[in-house]
């Protein structure tokens, strides 16, 4: 059994041994595509708190906690997932950018950190979607309007199209490398857009309209339950994300033995054809 | 690295001079842009002419992408990409030559479009070191931009489509600036430009910086 | 009015179990896809040379 072509240096192929987990890896448990037991028992924990968390703050959200008085009727209620899905947000993209960072990095260069920066902005940009769509509704109840110029809320839309590029270039075919050196500058340049989008929507906002609808001042006093659902939803949400960038990850680092295994196996049969 | 950057603006601008693609249809199509905008928002100076600084902004921004894709396409016949590589210019010159290339071209059209929003919507034009200001500050950005993403998606088949997705969200920070600095230079009021004439220029800093870091490794992997 | 919140969480919460889901599907579609072993390897044994395993990190 010949490889053809030269050997791939599988570092940065990801297809290493230590890829999916900690080094203690038997090879039934690579070919599963499994990491490590261990990993794979905390992945399930983190999963099971997350669902378990996110039931009960939206249990709590909507049924437990009081409605705050100087809100719409119920509209605080959106507190509750709103904030929490704009931080997993933040926390995506930043997460991201700093895979990214660490793929350009020479000594820390593996392909894990693309797919991780890949992986993390995907789910960056579905709860940007939620954030948006959680901010629409606020405005709705609160003033009436679907969507509002806030700052907030436009800068996320950009984001939102922002990293939508990103994962399209992210889908354009190529060679491994190529693709999550392009993706991982892509992204860094993405990112650096995101405090000036920032800043020029806030001072668009704010130097020539007096701001009429402020998000701003969603300064409620939080107190008691509604402090503690809150607290609840920041921390539900962040497992969540964590536990859907895991098997975002895992996806990916399957597609990619697919492609190479696939291919392997392939050129195996042709082999044994052309022999036979 | 300016020597090559000379070199490579001058080949791209001599190319221009010889084929007048700016000219013959990148401006044309902002023209055409201007009077869909007409079109679209009615007859009735009223609505067009406090309209008319991001309309003209927003039409300077489709001619980048447009500038951009021509700015590469020169580069893809003939693996003139690979001599471009193999060529020994430093990729940091061939981001600003060609980056200053765009810049050229960009200052032309943003001429001619002045004289467009003046005539079609009505604009009356003031303040023009303002104006001029802000559409040095912005091309230079949108050029700087442009460039990078374009030799992120040169080579590319999706090229067409993903550039615009690419460039348009990115450069929005310009939009909004470039508009605000002259709706105040239009307004009468240009010391009101200050604060957007320098996020223009800070964005501008940034990513030329970006492009000279960035455009050698990009080229590599096109 | 408040109609509007009930439907904000149902979506919010409907579009993550989705996605989930979704997630799921793929990776198990994904594994039933792999060969069972990696061709050229032992089924059975040690895990593999140590070079491949060097990576920093």
Not at chain 1, 161 to 187: F, H, K, M, Q, W
Not at chain 2, 109 to 124: P, Q, S, Y
Request: hydrophobic letters at 50%; charged letters at 15%; aromatic letters at 8%.
């Amino acid at each position: 059994m010949s490889r053809l072509d030269t050997p791939r240096d599988a570092r940065l192929d990801g297809t290493a041994d230590g890829e999916l987990g900690p080094s203690a890896v038997s090879p039934k448990a690579m070919a599963s595509g499994r990491s490590s037991p261990s990993a794979d028992v905390a992945v399930r924990i983190v999963g099971t708190l997350a669902l378990v968390g996110v039931a009960a703050t939206v249990w709590l959200g909507l049924f437990v906690t009081p409605n705050a008085v100087d809100y719409a009727d119920g509209t605080v209620r959106l507190l509750y997932i709103h904030p929490p899905l704009a931080w997993v947000m933040y926390v995506a993209y930043g997460m991201a950018t700093l895979s990214s960072l660490l793929y350009l990095w020479p000594r820390t260069r593996h392909a894990r950190f693309d797919r991780l920066a890949g992986a993390s902005a995907e789910v960056g940009v579905v709860f940007t979607g939620l954030t948006l769509v959680t901010g629409s509704i606020w405005g709705r109840t609160t003033w009436g309007v679907w969507w509002t110029w806030d700052p907030l809320l436009t800068t996320t839309a950009l984001l939102f199209v922002l990293y939508l590029g990103y994962l399209a270039l992210r889908n354009v075919p190529g060679d491994d490398e190529t693709v999550a050196r392009r993706s991982a500058i892509a992204g860094l340049i993405a990112f650096l857009d995101v405090p000036i989008v920032f800043f020029s929507v806030s001072w668009w906002r704010s130097l020539h309209q007096p701001p009429t609808v402020d998000l701003a001042s969603r300064h409620l006093y939080v107190h008691g339950s509604m402090a503690w659902t809150l607290l609840l939803g920041f921390v539900s949400f962040t497992l969540t994300y964590s536990w859907l960038v895991v098997h975002r990850y895992r996806l990916a680092v399957l597609r990619a033995r697919e492609e190479h295994e696939g291919l392997e196996v392939a050129l195996a049969e042709r082999w044994a054809e052309a022999v036979k | 690295m300016w020597r090559d950057a000379l070199l490579v603006c001058g080949k791209d601008l001599r190319i221009e001079a010889r084929s007048r693609i700016g000219l013959n249809q990148i401006a044309p199509f902002a023209a055409a842009v201007l009077l869909l905008f007409g079109l679209a928002l009615g007859p009735d100076r009223q609505a067009l002419e406090p309209a008319a600084a991001g309309l003209f902004w927003i039409a300077v921004l489709l001619s980048v992408v447009l500038a951009v894709q021509r700015s590469f396409a020169l580069e893809s016949s003939d693996s003139a990409r690979d001599g471009l590589r193999l060529s020994g210019l430093d990729p940091a010159g061939i981001f600003l030559g060609k980056g200053a290339a765009i810049v050229a071209q960009l200052l032309v059209l943003e001429a001619l479009l002045t004289a467009g929003v003046a005539l079609l919507f009505g604009a009356r034009l003031s303040g023009g070191l303002v104006l001029l200001a802000a559409c040095v500050t912005a091309s230079i950005g949108l050029a700087a931009v442009g460039v990078v993403y374009g030799v992120v998606s040169s080579g590319l088949r999706v090229r067409e489509t993903l550039l615009p997705l690419l460039l348009l969200p990115v450069t929005a920070p310009v939009l909004l600036g470039a508009t605000k600095a002259w709706n105040a230079a239009l307004a009468g009021t240009p010391a009101h430009a200050g604060i957007w004439l320098s996020l223009l220029a800070i964005f501008a800093i940034l990513y030329v910086a970006v492009g000279i870091v960035a455009f050698g490794p990009l080229l590599e992997d096109s | 009015m408040s109609g509007y919140i009930e439907a904000g969480y149902a979506m919010a919460l409907g579009s993550l179990a989705i996605y989930a889901l979704s997630l799921v599907t793929r990776e198990r579609a994904s594994r039933r896809r792999l060969p069972p072993a990696a061709p050229g390897e032992p089924v059975s044994g040690s895990p593999s040379a140590p070079d491949s395993s060097g990576e920093s990190s």
